[in-house]
C-alpha cells in the first residue's frame, strides 16, 4: 500500500514535469545517433538501398516502388534547402546507406538508424514513418505508445504512422511542417549548408504528394536496380491492412 502510493507520486510528478518540459515540435535522436542515420549518405552521389528479408515476386515489386518513393519524399524535403541533395535512389547491398528487412504478414515495423524492418501488409504511411527514423533520425512524437495519440504535440508524420488526415500518398506526401523541420533541423546540425537552395524550391509543397517519376522541378528521378538479398518465394502480392483498429502496432 505504502509503496503503491509512493509510485502514485513519482508518476504525478513526471507527468507534470513533462508537461512542462517538452516542447511541441518534433523529436531528433541523439545527435551521434542521427550521425548512424542514412541522412548522413544524401550527398552521395546515389543513395544506396538494401531490400533484405523475404517477399513473395509482386511485393518486392511494391516494396522497390514503395522505398524509393518514401525516400524521395524525405530527399525532397532536404533538397529545397540544399541542391546538391541527390536524386538518385540505387538498389544495391554494397555499400549500403539503408537496409530494409521486408517480413510477410503482420506485425510490429521498426527501425534504428539506418536500418527497418516492415510487415508486408502495412500501407504506404508505414514505410515513410520508419524511414522518418532510419533516415531523418527522428523519434515517435505519439504519447501512450499509441499513434495518432499527438497529446501536445503537432501533427505529424511521427506522431500519426500509417493513418491519420494524411494516409492517403496520392494526395500528401504524408508529411507535416513538424517532420519537415525536424529532417532539416538534423540536416543542418550534422550536414550543414553546402550549396544554395535550388530556384524551384518556394514553388514546391512538401506536404502534397510525391510523383515517383518526377519527384521535384526539372529532375527527373533515376531508380537503378543493381541486386537485392532479398529470398522470393512463390505468392500472390500481400492485402494492405488499412484497418484503423491496427493503427498502433508500428514502432
Ligand atoms: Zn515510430
Redesign the pocket.
Known amino acids: 500500500m505504502k509503496l503503491h502510493s509512493v509510485f502514485g507520486i513519482v508518476f504525478f510528478g513526471t507527468i507534470c514535469f513533462a508537461h512542462s518540459e517538452i516542447s511541441t515540435r518534433y523529436k531528433t535522436f541523439s545527435e551521434s545517433s542521427v550521425r548512424r542515420c542514412s541522412i548522413m549518405k544524401v550527398r552521395q552521389p546515389t543513395f544506396n538501398i538494401c531490400l533484405a528479408g523475404q517477399a513473395t515476386g509482386p511485393d518486392l515489386e511494391r516494396a522497390r516502388t514503395w522505398a524509393a518513393r518514401a525516400s524521395l519524399t524525405w530527399l525532397r524535403a532536404l533538397k529545397v534547402l540544399d541542391a546538391s541533395v541527390t536524386r538518385n535512389i540505387l538498389f544495391t547491398c554494397e555499400d549500403k546507406h539503408l537496409t530494409i528487412n521486408l517480413r510477410p504478414g503482420s506485425g510490429t515495423s521498426h527501425?534504428s538508424p539506418s536500418v527497418t524492418t516492415i510487415y508486408l501488409t502495412r500501407p504506404y504511411g508505414t514505410w515513410t514513418?520508419?524511414l522518418g527514423?532510419a533516415l531523418a533520425g527522428l523519434g515517435?512524437t505519439y504519447v501512450a505508445g499509441s499513434a495518432g495519440n499527438c497529446g501536445s504535440q503537432p501533427d505529424s508524420l511521427?506522431c500519426w504512422?500509417a493513418y491519420g488526415p494524411r494516409a492517403n500518398p496520392e494526395e500528401w506526401s504524408t508529411l507535416w511542417q513538424d517532420d519537415i523541420q525536424g529532417i532539416q533541423y538534423n540536416f543542418l546540425k550534422v550536414l550543414g549548408n553546402q550549396s544554395s537552395s535550388p530556384q524551384w524550391a518556394p514553388s514546391v509543397d512538401l506536404e502534397k504528394s510525391l510523383n515517383l517519376n518526377d519527384p521535384w522541378p526539372n529532375s527527373r528521378e533515376e531508380v537503378f536496380f543493381e541486386d537485392h538479398q532479398v529470398e522470393v518465394f512463390e505468392g500472390p502480392a500481400s492485402e494492405i491492412d488499412n484497418s484503423r483498429s491496427s493503427e498502433s502496432i508500428?514502432?
Open positions: 527501425a514513418h520508419e527514423h515517435d511521427m504512422g508500428d514502432l
